[in-house]
C-alpha cells in the first residue's frame, strides 16, 4: 500500500512540477542545457574561464535595463519571466499533439511516463529505493521525477 502511495504522490507531482523534458537522466534536464551552453569548447568539461566566460550572460539576464546593477524590483521581473519560460516549456512537453492544449489523454500518456521512469527495474511497482534512486538523479540535474523522501 505504501509503494501506490508513493506511485500516486509522484504522479501528482509530476503534474504539476517544475517542467521536466521527456527523456531521462542529465540529458535534458536544465542543468544539462546549462552545462552545454557553458561548456563552449565541447570537451565535455567546464574550464574556470569557460565558467567566468559565462556570468556575464548570467548577470544580464537579470540587468533588465542594461545599466550594470540589479535591483530588486528587475530581479522579480526577471525570475518571473524565467518561470513563464519554465512553464511554457512543461506545457509545450504536455501537449504532444501540439494543438495548444493539453488533453486528459496527453496527461495520462506523460503520467505513466513518469511511472515507467520510475520503476526502474520494470517490475510493475515502484520501491521505496527506486525513488530515492530518482530523487538522487533528480538532485544531479535530471528529470525530477521523484517525490520528496521523508
Do not use: C
Amino acid at each position: 500500500m505504501k509503494l501506490l502511495g508513493y506511485a500516486l504522490v509522484a504522479s501528482l507531482l509530476a503534474a504539476t512540477a517544475a517542467p521536466a523534458l521527456a527523456g531521462g537522466g542529465m540529458k535534458h534536464s536544465r542543468a544539462a542545457e546549462w552545462f552545454k551552453s557553458m561548456d563552449t569548447d565541447g570537451d565535455g568539461q567546464i574550464s574556470q574561464a569557460e565558467f567566468d566566460a559565462g556570468k556575464p550572460d548570467r548577470f544580464s539576464k537579470f540587468d533588465l535595463d542594461a545599466d550594470g546593477k540589479v535591483t530588486l524590483e528587475e530581479m522579480k521581473q526577471a525570475r518571473e519571466q524565467l518561470r513563464e519560460q519554465r512553464m511554457k516549456r512543461h506545457f509545450e512537453a504536455l501537449d504532444a499533439d501540439g494543438d495548444g492544449a493539453v488533453s486528459e489523454d496527453e496527461m495520462r500518456a506523460r503520467h505513466n511516463e513518469r511511472f515507467a521512469r520510475l520503476d526502474a527495474d520494470k517490475d510493475g511497482f515502484v520501491s521505496a529505493d527506486e525513488l530515492k534512486q530518482a530523487r538522487h538523479h533528480r538532485r544531479d540535474g535530471a528529470t525530477g521525477d521523484a517525490p520528496p523522501m521523508e
